[in-house]
């Protein structure tokens, strides 16, 4: 089975350089690649750890969309290439239903999560660097865990609880040179010292590359 790695519209990137403004565009055929790889048991990228997005997304299609923008976003003077949003539109009147009548046209509902990624970064990474940025933003889809790691269902809807998960490590380099790295830097370093646990081949058998080449 070949597969090909989603690719953003080819007219996006042009339109938006006409228009000197950034475009965005459903990204439908990405969220079918994502279910397909990341969060199907036996999916060339599958990872258990997000589990709780396949149950929630199993129970209704509108927990998550995707979306692609032309070109990144400049916030804190980093460059955002993804983003993963919980959908609240907290204004009322006309700018909410402007906003979710936004998302009704795109995807005929109104997602709970929405992860946009850059299409122009997007056209040009390796698959590697592709899907390390599709996992990184369905990695702030969290899910709340009990001591023993188990995830945790509402009593309510019968569901994973969800959040709005940050990055497990934040900080800057010039702390850990005067002070030392923290449990978390100290707990990455030691991950990283480990080769990468997906291979070039489970990227590649679901990003066609060589199928291409
Ligand atoms: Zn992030």
Not at 40 to 63: Q, R
Not at 116 to 131: G, I, K
């Amino acid at each position: 089975m070949d597969q090909i790695r989603p690719f953003p519209p080819t007219d996006l990137i042009d339109q938006a350089e006409e228009e000197e403004a950034i475009r965005l565009a459903p990204a439908i055929d990405l969220k079918e690649w994502v279910v397909t790889n990341f969060l199907t048991v036996g999916g060339h990228l599958h990872n258990p750890d997000h589990d709780h997005i396949a149950e929630l997304l199993h129970d209704n299609e509108e927990f998550l969309a995707f979306a692609w923008a032309s070109s990144a976003a400049v916030a804190k003077k980093r460059m955002v290439l993804g983003q993963c949003e919980k959908v609240m539109f907290n204004q009322g009147g006309w700018k909410k239903a402007r906003q979710e009548q936004q998302m009704r046209d795109w995807y005929g509902f109104v997602p709970q999560y929405l992860v946009t990624v850059d299409a122009s970064f997007c056209e040009q990474a390796t698959d590697h660097d592709f899907c390390a940025l599709i996992e990184h933003e369905l990695y702030h889809i969290g899910v709340e865990r009990d001591e023993d790691g188990e995830a945790i269902y509402s009593e309510m809807t019968g569901l994973p609880k969800h959040y709005l998960a940050g990055h497990d490590v934040e900080e800057f380099y010039g702390v850990v040179r005067r002070w030392g790295a923290s449990e978390n830097v100290k707990r990455l370093v030691e991950i990283a010292k480990n080769p990468p646990f997906v291979s070039d081949f489970n990227v590649s058998a679901c990003c066609g590359t060589c199928v291409i080449g």
